[in-house]
């Protein structure tokens, strides 16, 4: 069965400093995989996606980037955030890009 | 543009009773539905999933109906159990040409004992 791992689980950074949060999926190929945030009271926000490796398409410009330097592994980073960073972050993968299957999540809180 | 639409941010609903959350769309081209449930600091967890060319498709205690007129969906629990509480979100898609879901703000619901 596949399953999606996260890490860390949370995260304090001060403002300013580099970010790099982890996801991968076990149990399938080729996935295409997602990188969400959801501020606090709020809904989810898809902050890039991908159907293969070294392929990105961000929905939001912003400080952050994504990378996808093997098949199942995705990676959010950046390098410096912003107080407005804060928030939880879900990693997803879909074998169709229909149905989508999320990781159980990064909260990152930056001071 | 809000392309998914929850209007209601809150649900409460009584243990054993229905729990109704609804959802709209705008966006005739989506042809494939699903709500998520989400637990706070967890990832969203897959519910249920109609495709345009149903009405209605059914799970255990869920049901969602699709209302393709009016661009609208529901999402049905029964009988409400205090487990269910939670933030439930919907999204769609159009499978043809878009490569992600779009996802709406969410309805927390709160079952009671």
């Known amino acids: 069965s596949q399953t999606i791992h996260q890490w860390p689980a949370t995260l304090v950074q001060p403002v300013g400093s580099p970010l790099s949060l982890e996801c991968t999926v076990e149990?399938?190929?080729?996935?295409?995989l997602y990188w969400y945030r959801q501020a606090a009271g709020r809904g989810l926000q898809l902050l890039f996606y991908s159907v293969g490796i070294g392929q990105i398409s961000s929905e939001v410009p912003q400080n952050l980037s994504a990378s996808r330097p093997q098949d199942r592994q995705f990676i959010l980073s950046s390098k410096k955030l912003l107080l407005s960073d804060s928030g939880f972050y879900l990693c997803?993968?879909?074998?169709?890009?229909?149905?989508?299957?999320f990781g159980p999540g990064t909260r990152l809180t930056v001071l | 543009d809000q392309q998914v639409k929850q209007n209601s941010p809150s649900l409460s609903v009584q243990e054993g009773r229905i729990s109704i959350l609804n959802c709209d769309y705008t966006n005739s081209m989506f042809d494939y539905f699903l709500w998520y449930k989400k637990y706070p600091a967890e990832g969203p967890i897959f519910l249920i999933s109609?495709?345009?060319?149903?009405d209605k498709n059914e799970d255990g205690r869920f049901t969602v109906f699709l209302n393709k007129s009016a661009k609208h969906l529901s999402l049905h629990i029964v009988p409400s159990q205090p487990g269910d509480s939670a933030v439930y979100f919907c999204?769609?898609?159009?499978?043809?040409?878009?490569?992600?879901?779009?996802f709406g703000s969410g309805t927390q619901l709160t079952v009671l004992p």
């Open positions: 999204a769609a898609i159009d499978s043809g040409s878009a490569r992600q879901l779009t």
């Open positions: 109609i495709s345009s060319i149903k």
């Open positions: 997803a993968w879909s074998p169709d890009k229909i149905e989508q299957f």
């Open positions: 149990g399938t190929s080729n996935p295409n």
